[in-house]
């Protein structure tokens, strides 16, 4: 079997968003608000949590398929636009969106 066929079981954990909720510019999580139109992520507690535009991407997409369980070649297509390094990349991926909101004051893992 194939790192690519192995699911990732990654998502955002918390109070999912409504359905139509994700139609719209913002995501709101208990530890967040994602701005779709700007691209920006703020966390509640005032700080905007700065993120690369790869890392961005990687949070939107698990946040927009929260109940899902999404392949690494899927994730790493979504944040980047290419599988290439899939596992290493997408392990990296998350440990810096980890960093950035540790950076902000958020210690919570809330990355699964």
């Given at each position: 079997?194939?790192?690519?066929?192995?699911?990732?079981?990654?998502?955002?954990?918390?109070?999912?968003?409504?359905?139509?909720?994700?139609?719209?510019?913002?995501?709101?999580?208990?530890l967040f608000?994602?701005?779709?139109?700007r691209m920006?992520?703020?966390?509640?507690?005032?700080?905007?949590?700065?993120?690369?535009?790869?890392?961005?991407?990687?949070?939107?997409?698990?946040?927009?398929?929260?109940?899902?369980?999404?392949?690494?070649?899927?994730?790493?297509?979504?944040?980047?636009?290419?599988?290439?390094?899939?596992?290493?990349?997408?392990?990296?991926?998350?440990f810096q969106?980890?960093?950035?909101?540790?950076?902000?004051?958020?210690?919570?893992?809330?990355?699964?």
């Amino acid at each position: 079997m194939s790192a690519s066929e192995f699911l990732l079981h990654a998502h955002v954990r918390g109070i999912a968003p409504a359905e139509s909720d994700l139609q719209r510019t913002t995501i709101e999580y208990p530890l967040f608000t994602i701005n779709r139109r700007r691209m920006e992520v703020k966390a509640h507690n005032g700080k905007i949590v700065h993120l690369a535009r790869s890392e961005y991407r990687l949070l939107e997409h698990l946040a927009i398929n929260h109940d899902k369980a999404i392949s690494k070649d899927e994730l790493l297509t979504a944040a980047c636009g290419y599988t290439e390094m899939g596992d290493y990349k997408t392990k990296q991926l998350v440990f810096q969106v980890r960093r950035r909101f540790e950076e902000a004051g958020i210690t919570e893992d809330f990355i699964e």
